[in-house]
């Protein structure tokens, strides 16, 4: 059976560029107290929330547009051939990383950090690892793995039938949260929350989805609108948060996820368009792609020595200033790069980030 060897070069660049928007926004939330509400409320803080708010769901997006569309998987030796690749890729580096971060002991939340009995302390991991709490960052990685498990009846179904689809699947995400509402069984609470997210999230993976299965059928099309869908999601996005703003529940999950879906295909045809017929910046994408998820898995480390160094310092005000801000965003981005990437040539340690290592062709010196 065929499997696709090419790069996609925009869903390279999407992966640098979310990479980016989510490292931007965890430096804008260590800053969030130090602001206060008044500098919170601030223009420049507001918006830049307003406006990179795709960071997460962007890489939901990928997850739809690579995986939804990787290839027909019709045997249960495909399937689990599927599943071992996956795993490799998201399943051991999330296994090590949430280790990681329950030692470091910075973000695990504290009521899951008890001294227990032995049996009590298992469960608490157990439902640590499922809802991705190791550290804040990780919720998303339990999403991916069941958009995995699920990626074959979904695959099936966006190559029949695409538009309903995506229409079926972002409907169930906008809506699901007030389908099914909260349970007010506290043994149900876990679960629950991993449906929330899953909810959250599926409205751009649908995204992706149909992306993924229009792409080169209706590239001359998406050549032409992209404008319409960049700037017009990213313009309702910050209009609702600001002079609109829905309170009508049904009406404000419908808009909103509408905005994320169309500001994401927007931003992908754009990149599109940067990419195409420029072989060299789309192999730098490629590069840098490759490290995205690595730097998403370890950005906070980097967040967290630089807000030690101001805290130490008694620089609080530093967090006021926008250029501050972009300066320690471009900073932990370079670093967090430059450690994934030179984890890459290291076979024993790129796995640790989801990379394949980077081989020596054979008769190299």
């Known amino acids: 059976m065929a499997v696709r060897k090419t790069r996609i070069g925009e869903l390279d660049a999407l992966r640098v560029v979310a990479s980016i928007a989510v490292v931007a926004i965890h430096v804008l939330a260590a800053g969030y107290t130090a602001r206060g509400d008044a500098g919170n409320a601030a223009p420049w803080v507001f918006n830049s929330y307003t406006f990179i708010w795709f960071a997460t769901p962007a ?8 995986v939804w569309n990787y290839r027909p998987i ?12 996956r795993a490799s890729v998201v399943l051991y580096p999330y296994l090590f990383w949430s280790a990681f971060y329950i030692i470091y002991q910075r973000y695990t939340p504290m009521e899951l950090r008890p001294q227990l009995p032995l049996g009590e302390f298992i469960i608490d ?8 709490r190791a550290s804040f960052h990780l919720y998303f990685l339990p999403i991916v793995i069941i958009f995995y498990v699920v990626a074959p009846l979904v695959s099936a179904a966006f190559r029949r039938q695409p538009f309903l689809t995506f229409l079926g699947l972002w409907g169930l995400g906008a809506f699901g949260t007030l389908i099914l509402p909260r349970p007010t069984s506290p043994h149900l609470v876990s679960l629950y929350r991993v449906f929330e997210l899953t909810m959250w999230l599926l409205p751009a993976a649908a995204a ?14 998406l050549r032409r609108v992209w404008p319409l869908l960049l700037f017009g999601g990213l313009f309702m996005r910050w209009y609702d948060r600001g002079p609109l703003h829905i309170d009508i529940v049904c009406i404000q999950r ?24 420029r072989h060299r910046l789309a192999r730098t994408a490629q590069t840098l792609g490759v490290g995205a998820f690595g730097v998403y898995i370890i950005h906070p480390i980097g967040i967290a020595v630089v807000s030690d160094a101001v805290d130490a310092a008694g620089a609080h005000s530093l967090w006021q200033s926008g250029p501050f801000t972009i300066a320690v965003t471009g900073l932990v981005v370079a670093v967090s790069y430059g450690v994934v990437l030179a984890a890459r040539q290291v076979p024993a340690l790129s796995w640790v980030f989801g990379m394949p290592a980077r081989r020596t062709p054979q008769g190299a010196q």
């Open 125 to 132: 991991i157990g439902r640590l690892l499922v809802l991705g």
């Open 59 to 66: 890489f939901a997006f990928l997850t739809g547009a690579l």
């Open 208 to 221: 992706g989805g149909l992306y993924g299965a229009i792409r080169t059928r209706y590239s001359s099309v």
């Open 254 to 277: 419908a808009t909103e996820t509408l905005y994320l879906a169309v500001t994401i295909i927007g931003l992908a045809c754009l990149l599109e368009l940067i990419t195409r017929n």
């Open 74 to 85: 019709t045997t249960l030796a495909d399937y689990a051939s599927f599943l071992r690749r």
